[in-house]
């Protein structure tokens, strides 16, 4: 918890741009009818693709402030993350207590930065974490056990992320049916096995076509077309490495890991599913490399269910070392090699690339301003891009527009550089806005309701 809550320590609002819109979202799912009903020309509308996310968002919400409680919800979430892969390993491995923690330690520092998200940010694709990890254990367990129980409720689980994060099914569907291959035989055994693996698709095409209002005739093509992520899809394109989610050492020993279980063929077909998690989504990263097209899932997050697929790896690959410096060093290396390793994996966790570091949209200052805001009636607010992502979350008003996802951001940067009061006045009156917050003061005429810290807020009466 306190790893993955440390980059709060001195923060106490949300890091990401994402985490402002989906705090957004949650808030308006109470007004259901309008949130279902926005324009279709607007930059989101309703999908269904993360209905379910938000709905746990909404249902916190009706219980804390959504905003305030939001900096402990992806450590609180991780630690949820961090019992489902401890009560698999113990599973996987007849109880080994060692392994499990192993690879619980190992999955906890998996890393986060703006680009690739992780477990810093609680977005849809973090909540997604759990239900990733206990529904390959599930249909792994349906399958080589032939249980209706557990097959369907690793489907169940699946079932849920078709609502919740859509991409966290899509990217084990190649994964699931290069395995159903490897197994064919007990597929034949149980032909429910087929059935169930078809369903979860089968409703994902479902809420797409309900979802995005598309025609029977269309559906297909439109979906294959979405199913391909071509280089320019991500807001931010950059060439992304593993380190950057997944340290080093950890790494080296995850490849370790995977070269002992093929090494010993009893082990392998044990642990198949957990080789061809990581060697496929390593591949759909290579593919994109060398085509710039991404199949089933966007290309960023291949890298975080690459480190998803890691842990269990990387503690297998741990035993493996510590076992071989026991036996032939007489255990005395034993310490100073564990101490090594945790050393090298937490040294890099805080690490990320220059321009896909943490920001911060909003101070405690601005946050002030937006209490203030909420006192206010409801109006249009001309308020800079950054700040004005936390206007609905906080404040309720309503944003001229913000960093991403909503309103006009041509209009607000316009309105900042403008250089005379009239032009400042007309687009306000194309933005039909009754409150300006500035971090400057204007002399435009318009009444002064607050000072408070770096932050002007003005009332204004469009003309």
């Not at 190992?106 to 703006?114: C, Q, R």
């Not at 529904?135 to 849920?160: C, K, T």
């Not at 000072?451 to 003005?458: A, P």
Request: with cysteine; glycine share 6%.
């Amino acid at each position: 918890f306190l790893l993955v809550y440390s980059p709060h320590f001195t923060y106490s609002f949300p890091f990401h741009v994402d985490e402002w819109h989906h705090i957004h979202e949650a808030l308006s799912f109470g007004d259901l009818s309008a949130y279902a009903n926005k324009p279709a020309g607007s930059y989101f509308r309703f999908s269904g693709a993360e209905l379910g996310f938000y709905l746990f968002l909404f249902l916190i919400s009706r219980l804390f402030d959504l905003v305030t409680v939001y900096q402990f919800l992806p450590a609180l979430w991780m630690v949820v993350g961090s019992l489902a892969i401890f009560f698999i390993v113990r599973q996987k491995t007849g109880g080994d207590f060692t392994v499990a923690l192993a690879t619980v330690f190992f999955f906890a520092t998996i890393k986060s930065n703006v680009n690739l998200l992780g477990p810093w940010f609680l977005t849809p694709l973090s909540f997604a974490i759990p239900f990733i990890l206990l529904y390959f254990y599930f249909f792994e367990r349906g399958v080589d056990e032939q249980s209706p129980r557990f097959l369907l409720i690793g489907a169940g689980l699946m079932g849920l992320l078709v609502v919740i994060h859509p991409p966290s099914i899509l990217f084990a569907l190649p994964i699931l049916a290069l395995f159903l291959i490897f197994r064919w035989r007990m597929v034949i055994r149980f032909p429910l096995v087929p059935i169930v693996f078809a369903l979860v698709p089968l409703l994902g095409l479902l809420v797409y076509k309900f979802g995005m209002s598309v025609s029977w005739a269309e559906l297909i093509p439109r979906i294959m077309k979405d199913l391909v992520f071509p280089r320019g899809w991500g807001v931010l394109e950059v060439r992304n490495s593993i380190f950057e989610v997944y340290s080093l050492v950890p790494f080296i020993l995850a490849m370790a890991g995977a070269l002992v279980l093929l090494w010993h063929r009893a082990p392998a077909k044990r642990y198949l599913l957990y080789l061809l998690w990581p060697a496929l989504t390593l591949i759909m990263v290579i593919i994109y490399r060398l085509s710039g097209y991404s199949f089933f899932s966007p290309y960023q997050r291949n890298f975080f269910y690459l480190a998803l697929g890691l842990p269990i790896l990387s503690a297998i690959g741990l035993v493996f070392v510590v076992s071989w410096l026991a036996g032939f060093w007489r255990g005395w290396l034993v310490i100073p090699a564990v101490l090594l390793i945790v050393i090298a994996t937490l040294g890099p966790y805080y690490v990320a690339p220059r321009n896909l570091e943490v920001y911060r949209l909003i101070d405690h200052d601005d946050y002030l301003t937006l209490l203030e805001l909420k006192t206010l009636p409801s109006g249009k607010v001309m308020a800079p891009l950054d700040f004005s992502m936390a206007l609905y979350p906080v404040a309720g008003q309503q944003e001229v527009g913000g960093l991403a996802f909503y309103g006009n951001q041509s209009l607000v940067k316009n309105f900042f550089e403008a250089k005379d009061c009239s032009t400042r006045q007309k687009i306000l009156r194309s933005a039909k806005a009754l409150y300006v917050v500035s971090p400057e003061p204007f002399d435009c005429g318009w009444l002064l309701l607050s000072h408070s810290g770096n932050r002007y807020i003005y009332s204004v009466k469009p003309q």
